[in-house]
């Protein structure tokens, strides 16, 4: 299918194509179309249904630029988080769609959208990390942001490793390796890593944040129910201007020293009445690995409520 949108200037077509093309290169990647424009003409090609998306974005596009509004507002347009039919965000990274597949994931992104700092409690494999990454990437992408800050502690899962051979980046990169994961499943492997040499990307243990101030960055900590109550509340003080945090964990899975107590359980009591903070609960119904996930978590938590 095809669809045209015609242009009566040069400066309507400025405003509308963005900064490089990029309102243009965004809707070929959200919308999955292909577009050209030339001579006052903006041309959609593609599946029926996701041209009739992208035609609709110009189309609203276009029509708060005629209406006196300024390149900056319209930008907004290209810059929010895209709706499906039921409401729910999504995004389109490394030729796929990403978008929540729960009412609590759903839940979740929303008030990423909306809070600077949100807090998500929940078993393994309800897409805690997976979907804050999408957002974070998304966010990059849109010049919400720019750089992303990934980290979480390096406490070992009940076991001891021992010696580590290597250097201080060796020995650290196991335990960051989930992050790693998460990124390379949606960008490109060169980009992740041009990204990290310029230093947009940032993958490090949470003891590398001490002292730091984080402005315009979409920060995640991953693994958060191994932090301290210390460690926690170190972490929440790094937020700077125009940044988002994102604390990642679960309970159920506390892999800190004996009497050490995980500072995100006293979270919850700490900051529940603090205004721009918010939390946000999973449980095994949000699950989506394998389908004996959710049956392993219920029957753990079956056993730990009789002991």
Same mark, same amino acid.
């Given at each position: 299918?095809?669809?045209?949108?015609?242009?009566?200037?040069?400066?309507?077509?400025?405003?509308?194509?963005?900064?490089?093309?990029?309102?243009?290169?965004?809707?070929?990647s959200?919308?999955?179309?292909?577009?050209?424009?030339?001579n006052?003409?903006?041309?959609?090609?593609?599946?029926?249904?996701?041209?009739?998306?992208?035609?609709?974005?110009?189309?609203?596009?276009?029509?708060?630029?005629r209406?006196?509004? +300024?390149?900056?507002?319209?930008?907004?347009?290209?810059?929010?988080?895209?709706?499906?039919?039921?409401?729910?965000?999504?995004?389109?990274?490394?030729?796929?769609?990403?978008?929540?597949?729960?009412?609590?994931?759903?839940?979740?992104?929303?008030?990423?959208?909306?809070?600077d700092?949100?807090?998500?409690?929940?078993?393994?494999?309800?897409?805690?990390?997976?979907?804050?990454?999408?957002?974070?990437?998304?966010?990059?992408?849109?010049?919400?942001?720019?750089?992303?800050?990934?980290?979480?502690?390096?406490?070992?899962a009940?076991?001891?490793?021992?010696?580590?051979?290597?250097?201080l980046?060796?020995?650290?990169?196991?335990?960051?390796?989930?992050?790693?994961?998460?990124?390379?499943?949606?960008?490109?492997?060169?980009?992740?890593?041009?990204?990290?040499?310029?230093?947009?990307?940032?993958?490090?243990?949470?003891?590398?944040?001490?002292?730091? +101030?984080?402005?315009?960055?979409?920060?995640?900590?991953?693994e958060?129910?191994?932090?301290?109550?210390?460690?926690?509340?170190?972490?929440?003080?790094?937020?700077?201007?125009?940044?988002?945090?994102?604390?990642?964990?679960?309970? +159920?899975?506390?892999?800190?020293?004996?009497?050490?107590?995980?500072?995100?359980?006293?979270?919850?009591?700490?900051?529940?009445?603090?205004?721009?903070?918010?939390?946000?609960?999973?449980?095994?119904?949000?699950?989506?690995?394998?389908?004996?996930?959710?049956?392993?978590?219920?029957?753990?938590?079956?056993?730990?409520?009789?002991?």
């Amino acid at each position: 299918m095809r669809k045209i949108i015609k242009l009566n200037s040069d400066q309507e077509a400025i405003m509308l194509y963005g900064n490089l093309d990029e309102r243009l290169r965004f809707a070929e990647s959200e919308y999955h179309v292909r577009i050209s424009a030339r001579n006052y003409q903006l041309t959609i090609e593609g599946d029926k249904r996701n041209v009739s998306k992208a035609f609709q974005f110009f189309k609203e596009a276009l029509s708060q630029i005629r209406s006196g509004k +300024t390149d900056e507002q319209t930008a907004k347009v290209a810059a929010e988080p895209k709706s499906d039919t039921h409401g729910s965000l999504q995004f389109f990274h490394k030729g796929k769609l990403i978008k929540p597949k729960s009412k609590n994931q759903e839940t979740f992104l929303k008030v990423i959208h909306r809070s600077d700092v949100v807090i998500a409690i929940g078993p393994a494999g309800t897409g805690k990390t997976y979907l804050a990454m999408a957002a974070a990437i998304d966010a990059l992408k849109h010049r919400q942001v720019s750089r992303i800050v990934l980290t979480r502690p390096a406490v070992e899962a009940g076991e001891s490793l021992g010696f580590l051979p290597g250097d201080l980046a060796a020995k650290i990169n196991p335990y960051l390796r989930p992050l790693y994961d998460a990124l390379y499943d949606m960008m490109e492997f060169e980009e992740v890593a041009r990204h990290i040499q310029r230093g947009v990307i940032e993958v490090a243990p949470l003891a590398y944040m001490r002292g730091r +101030t984080l402005h315009d960055a979409f920060v995640i900590l991953d693994e958060a129910q191994n932090c301290t109550y210390e460690q926690l509340k170190m972490f929440l003080t790094r937020l700077g201007v125009s940044s988002k945090m994102i604390v990642n964990g679960d309970i +159920t899975q506390i892999d800190l020293p004996s009497g050490k107590r995980s500072g995100l359980l006293d979270s919850r009591k700490i900051l529940k009445s603090v205004e721009g903070i918010q939390f946000v609960h999973f449980d095994e119904t949000d699950v989506v690995r394998h389908r004996l996930v959710q049956d392993i978590i219920k029957a753990y938590e079956a056993h730990e409520k009789s002991t």
